[in-house]
Every structure is written in C-alpha cells, then in structure tokens.
C-alpha cells in the first residue's frame, strides 16, 4: 500500500519532468510503433471480480475477500487497506468461510470461482487456516472444481459441510454435498442429485445445525453456448444434519428452475428467502 506522503511525492516528481521525459518517451514510441495506439490486455478485468465477501461476527474491522483471479484479501481496519493472504496458492476463489465458534483461528476456503462464465478458472480444493489467515493448508477434495458454499457446526469446529458446484464443461462425479467430522482430514459425500447437477448454495441453520437447505443446479457451458436450468434444479432441506432430503417447492413457479440463491433471516430463521431463475414467471 502506497502511503498518502509517499504519492504525493510522485507526482511532484513526474510534474517536474513532463516537459523533458516525457516528450522523449512519446517521440521513442513513435519511432518504434508508428501511429499504433495502446490497448488494454488485463488481467484486472477478469481476475479482479469478487466472487465473495466475509465478516467476522464478532469484529467488524476483519473481513476478507475472495476475488476470481486475485486470491484472496483480509481488512482489519474495516476495509480501509487490504493485503492478500493467498498468493502462493490457487487464485481462484469460490467462497470462505469463518468458523463461529473460533473466528479468530480458524478460516475455510473453497477455491474455483462458482460464476459460471466463459473465462473463469479452476480450483484445486478446499483449504483451511488455523492462525487467521497466517497459513493454509489444503485439506481435500482436489476434484471438486468449483466450491460454493463452506457451513462450519457453530457447536463443533470438526464438522463441516461443503458444496461442491463441479465441472463447468463436463459431467463430474464430484458435485454434491460433502462432510466431515475429524476437521478435514476426510470427507464423505453424502448428498448429490447426477453428474450434471451441482450444489450451488448451502446454508444450516445456526439454532439448529440440524436443519440445513440446500439448492442444485443443473448447468453445462459449451464453447459455443451455455445451458442454465432443468428438471433436476432443485431447493432441498434437511433436518437430520445432512443424512436426508426432501424437495421444499411449495408456492414455486412452474416448470424448470435454474439457478438458486437463498438466506436465511438472522432475526427469525424459520423465515428463507429465494432468489429463482425460472423458466416460467
């Protein structure tokens, strides 16, 4: 971060020697380029979407951002300055997660960015930090592509729930719901829909960390076109922790659903609210 005194002396600098340098730099260009113009090439455009945004519930001068292309970035000044935290791994980034009961120690990151454009790249897993962003460690599912949702139990830092969108050009056996209750040292699938049909949101209850929903999305992107929705697009339920599901549909449109986003009212959580791409109004 350039600091206000430091810019300030930059300019001043470049202000003193425009009539000198910089008419030397333009004739050079001219020389070697002619009339051609610059162009901008990135990769600012692509790798600097957000593609997540987390608090800390407890401290609200830390956050962190997780960017497309960029890794991912932490504040502890309320978002005045920011510095990456994970260059030296994948930069591509689906979601982070805080973990309620040690928010301080322990962050989760799912890596391949869950927007499913034409230009986005691929993730390599899920990692976890146990000294607030300090370090990290990848702790499984290197298959997964495109992780989109991280639910950490707010009563037992071991158990975590992960869905996985997967493959954005194939079919992939990876996509689904995944758990695990030794902190990531393993994990077991126990939720999916098909090969072509991936978990794009999850979210539990945190009164009840039994009760959890769940949304699927059935999509493929060719080099040539992208499909969003079809019959096996779905919003689901839980309220044994995971171990079953059942479709909750009641009052939504007819016909095939795309994409799903849903949220849960911090102030009642038996209020859900969703945000469907349908096929008919």
Known sequence: ??????????????????????DKI????????????ARHL???????????IEM?????????????????????????????????????????AIDPSKPDQNIWI?????????SVSVGDGIYKSTDGGTTWKNMGL????????IVVDPNNSDVV????LGSLWSDSDERGIYKTTDGGTTWQKIWHVDTKTGCSDLILDPTNPNTMYASFWEFRRTGWSFSSGGAQSALYKSIDGGKTWNKIHNGFP??????????????NTNILYAVLETEKP
């Not at 799912?110 to 034409?118: F, M, S, V, Y």
């Open 161 to 164: 729930w992960v869905g996985v």
């Open 254 to 267: 007819e016909g095939k659903l795309g994409r799903i986003a849903i949220t849960m009212a911090p102030s």
């Open 56 to 96: 800390h519930p407890k401290n609200n001068n830390i956050l962190y951002i997780g960017t497309a292309g960029g890794g991912v970035w932490k504040s502890n000044d309320g978002g005045a300055s920011f510095k990456p935290i994970f260059d030296e791994h994948i930069q591509s980034i689906g979601c982070i």
């Open 110 to 118: 799912g890596t391949g960015e869950t927007w499913t454009r034409n």
């Open 142 to 149: 290197p298959k997964s592509d495109r992780i989109s949702s």
């Open 26 to 37: 333009i004739l050079k260009g001219k020389e070697l380029f002619g009339d051609i113009a």
């Open 42 to 52: 990135g990769p600012a455009l692509m790798s600097g979407r957000i593609s997540e």
């Open 1 to 22: 971060m350039i600091k206000k005194n430091s810019f300030l002396f930059i300019v001043a600098l470049t202000a003193i020697n425009i009539g000198t340098a910089q």
